[in-house]
């Protein structure tokens, strides 16, 4: 059975393709939106399947994420994905972003439905990006 609420103008169904208070909260207020203008690091991921692209940009000091804001052009459940990742990445030491799988920001945000659960691999993706990018401009530093 499903069971079909309206909150703040965005419907909220319960039963099959349930979402959570949590992904709601974090569609409706996004954190970190934006972009660093200079950066240290970028990331960019896409979906194959259905063309919405994550992009992240990183600000670093000492191996720590120091800032970080997001650019989603996707569907609710990216924005949602994409606005945790950079709550769980922001202040983290490098090694320990690297670490925050697709699994970790599902956890955070209480669940996905499992048609849902490819949007969360853009975040992952496009933090490993950012840190990749990051570490490619220090190798390539001559100073
Ligand atoms: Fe494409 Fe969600 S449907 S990222």
Do not use: W
Not at 48 to 63: A, F, H, L, P
């Amino acid at each position: 059975m499903t069971l079909k609420t309206h909150i703040g103008g965005y419907q909220k169904v319960t039963g099959f393709g349930f979402y959570s208070d949590k992904v709601i909260d974090h569609f409706q207020n996004p954190r970190n939106v934006g972009k660093i203008e200079d950066a240290d690091g970028v990331g960019v991921a896409g979906s194959e399947s259905c063309g919405d692209m994550v992009q992240i940009t990183i600000k670093v000091r000492d191996d720590r994420i120091e800032d970080v804001k997001f650019k989603t052009y996707g569907c609710g459940a990216a924005i949602a994905i994409s606005s945790i990742a950079t709550e769980l990445i922001k202040g983290e030491m490098l090694e320990d972003a690297l670490q925050v799988s697709n699994q970790d920001v599902v956890e955070a945000l209480a669940g996905l439905p499992p048609v849902k659960m490819h949007c969360s691999l853009l975040a992952e993706e496009a933090i490993k990006a950012a840190i990749a990018d990051y570490q490619n401009r220090m190798r390539n530093d001559t100073r």
